[in-house]
């Protein structure tokens, strides 16, 4: 044995690769820096400042205390399916069955769901960045590759060259990852590019996961963003991956679902019974009454959101050391700093200096190593002092 190496070495040594190599967050690399600082600002995070409305606590009480504790349907129970289809119906304005939902442990499950039916050693999934990094991270513990399409960038806003996109395919490619509107660029695609995207799978036959969670987090007036939805036939390759969190402030409860075609329910039910055995009754009573009551919700939600992004764009821009412009959609603003190329380095200044915490655009893959992504769905007060804090630091 090895006198001088780090304990657990040879533990460490003797794991599959695929678990020896997954990242650590470089998010939470820098949450963990500055979680405990008194007073701190934490705007690295996707989450809002609201807590839970009391409409959906309540609904998850009601059921603890009737009793339902135990296990359930691997699919979701059919009242929450039931309630998604209704909500679709709504939003897209053509008719859903409940056959195409999929009820899982968090938006974080669904992506693993999605990437397990699709994607193993030797093949690849290309994505756009800078992205979300869990999405490349799920494939990397599946054996499969990332091939990543930076994203151009001008005059501080993205735009997705779908030349590019379609030049990354190869043999091994088995599907594109498409976030709009998209953590962290606030980029987000019009109908005619997800026409176009679409039309792309199909010529070369593969898959598109499509992680349109802040559809609803648009600022053009629009009810929501332009989703594949607007564009599909029933039985295209596509998987819809979604959560609860967002729309609903409920980060912390950990459910979200899967639309797939109905074909493959079988499939997700195994795949659902395999990890987690489904997802707890009282939570899916919770996530019943987010849906069908929750619309004044939402709307505070992406108005209280909306005068986030116009504190925060105004508020940078006159620190002149940014370009940016505000973003489409999401709930994100992602910036450079003129002169600073270390985005983890710069996170963990800003911590330290003006008690603000910023995700690291190195988190986020090739395009955004030199930006940070603020999350502005926060109460104005705090975004205000955020950005005097922040315009103090940028100048000294």
Not at 329 to 339: I, L
Request: hydrophobic share 45%; net charge negative; charged share 20%.
């Amino acid at each position: 044995m090895n006198m001088h190496a780090p304990a657990g070495t040879s533990l460490i040594a003797d794991l599959r690769p695929e678990a020896r190599s997954a990242p650590e967050s470089g998010i939470v690399e820098v949450v963990n820096h500055g979680r405990l600082k008194p007073g701190l600002i934490p705007l690295w995070v996707g989450e809002g400042d609201l807590p839970t409305p009391e409409f959906i606590v309540r609904a998850a009480n009601k059921s603890l205390a009737d009793g339902e504790t135990f296990y359930t349907w691997q699919r979701g129970i059919p009242e929450l399916r039931e309630a998604l289809a209704r909500y679709h119906t709504a939003l897209y304005g053509r008719p859903f069955v409940a056959d195409r939902f999929f009820v899982t442990g968090s938006g974080m499950q669904s992506v693993q769901i999605a990437v397990r039916m699709i994607a193993g050693a030797g093949d690849e999934i290309v994505i756009p960045t800078p992205a979300w990094p869990n999405v490349a991270a799920a494939l990397g513990v599946a054996g499969a590759a990332t091939v990543c399409v930076a994203m151009d960038f001008h005059q501080g806003r993205f735009t997705l060259d779908l030349g590019k996109l379609e030049a990354a395919i190869t043999p091994r490619t088995r599907a594109l990852v498409i976030n709009s509107p998209a953590n962290p660029t606030g980029w987000t695609a019009t109908r005619d590019e997800l026409a176009a995207i679409l039309a792309i799978a199909r010529k070369h036959g593969i898959w598109i996961i499509a992680d349109e969670i802040y559809a609803r987090f648009v600022y053009d007036g629009s009810a929501r963003a332009a989703s594949f939805h607007d564009v599909m036939e029933q039985e295209d390759r596509i998987l819809f991956v979604q959560t609860f969190s967002k729309n609903w402030a409920m980060t912390g409860w950990r459910i979200g679902w899967i639309e797939a075609p109905p074909a493959l329910g079988q499939i997700i039910e195994n795949l659902i019974q395999y990890s987690t055995s489904g997802s707890p009754v009282f939570v899916q009573r919770a996530a019943i009454a987010a849906l069908d009551e929750g619309e004044p919700f939402v709307a505070e939600q992406i108005a209280r959101a909306k005068e986030g992004r116009r504190i925060i764009a105004e508020g940078l821009k006159a620190t002149n050391r940014v370009s940016l412009q505000a973003p489409d959609g999401a709930f994100y603003q992602f910036f450079a700093v003129d002169g600073r190329t270390d985005s983890r380095a710069l996170a963990i200044e800003l911590v330290d200096t003006a008690n603000v915490g910023l995700a690291p655009g190195a988190a986020f893959g090739p395009g955004g190593e030199t930006g940070l992504r603020l999350c502005f769905a926060r109460k104005a007060s705090d975004l205000t002092e955020a950005v005097e804090r922040l315009q103090k630091a940028l100048s000294a």
